[in-house]
């Protein structure tokens, strides 16, 4: 009976003691967890589509975020957040806690990178941004038709592939002019929404300046009412390059007078096809082009333009320009 008697006290005191035990352990796990990690500055990681909690633990291991790779994946069971842990590439902050980074991994946004596709670039310009722009994978098989993407900046996730931003630049293109032509002006002597990307593209080449954009389209507009060839020395050049970058010099008189189907000195009405992709602004512009008497337009010297109702006042205002050329060329 004593015997017994002691054998009971003796595994009371070790359960005690191995409570306190326990509960030590406990403590300085959660203050691991709580405490400040071995990151000295910030770091986006990447994890990998695809990675289980026993690989995110040693990336985050190998990349210094956190120092224990297995108390990591213990907390991750504990809190019971393994199947929320995200793929994509992260920020995670200096000294950040474990408990910090499973945050992030659960909750937190990839990083989103960006790619701007500029008003008035032609398609293969977009496909030379497009390859040079890092974070983006594959390759493009083939030159997207003049004209059918929207120039816009483009959100994406590292490794999002290049065919797809171009996938969404013709999709955001195609519902954006689906959208706009229910808005459009009455008697414009545009009938369809193709020539309504042509003209676009046009004004987008012709003027860099936003507020004329609406203006410069009056011109346009104006002239294809009254069946006055475009002139339009975008598409002249156009001609020339195929939109396989710029001329690389000044247009010359002996181009106007070269026969090509985008040449809009000699051939009436629009060219057979859009110039270069066009933003939202010039899209609007064509469809609700300014109400002016304009059908002159030429530069001023400071980034816009002189517009002019009749051939007169044009021709001063081309008098002013070559004049204002002249002076910076003898500075």
């Known amino acids: ?50 990675s289980n909690v026993d690989r995110i633990a040693e990336r985050l291991q190998a990349e210094g975020v956190i120092d224990n790779a297995n108390f990591f994946k213990i907390a991750v069971r504990i809190k019971q957040v393994g199947g929320n842990l995200k793929a994509g590439e992260f920020l995670f902050p200096a000294k950040v806690s474990a408990e910090e980074a499973i945050n992030i991994l659960s909750k937190g946004k990839a990083i989103s990178r960006k790619v701007t596709i500029p008003e008035g670039r032609t398609s293969w310009e977009v ?71 042509i003209l676009a593209s046009i004004v987008e080449k012709e003027t860099g300046v936003g507020s004329e954009r609406d203006v410069v389209a009056s011109v346009y507009t104006n002239r294809l009412r009254i069946g006055m060839r475009l002139q339009a020395d975008p598409t002249v050049i156009y001609g020339i390059t195929g939109g396989h970058g710029p001329l690389g010099r000044r247009l010359l008189t002996k181009d106007l007078k070269k026969p ?24 609007k512009a064509v469809l609700n082009p300014a109400e002016t008497e304009y059908i002159f337009f030429v530069a001023n010297g400071t980034g816009g333009h002189t517009f002019s109702k009749t051939l007169k006042e044009h021709n001063r205002a081309v008098k002013k320009w070559r004049a204002f050329r002249k002076s910076q060329k003898s500075n």
């Open 1 to 50: 009976m004593v015997l017994v008697i002691r054998l009971l006290v003796t595994l009371l005191v070790l359960l005690s003691l191995g409570a306190v035990a326990v509960a030590g352990v406990s403590d300085w796990a959660m203050t691991w967890f709580a405490s400040e990690g071995p990151l000295k500055q910030d770091k986006a990681v990447v994890i990998a589509r695809g």
């Open 260 to 283: 090509n189907p985008y040449n809009s000195y000699l051939n009436a009405g629009l060219p057979p096809g859009p110039i270069a992709n066009s933003g939202i602004e010039a899209i």
């Open 127 to 197: 496909v030379e941004i497009l390859n040079a722009t890092q974070g983006l994978t594959g390759e493009i098989d083939r030159l997207p038709p003049e004209g059918s993407l929207l120039a816009e900046t483009y959100h994406f996730q590292l490794n999002a592939t290049r065919q797809s931003i171009l996938d969404r630049m013709a999709k955001d293109l195609s519902d954006t002019i689906d959208s706009l032509w229910e808005t459009r002006a009455e008697n414009l002597p545009i009938k369809t929404k193709q020539e309504a990307l």
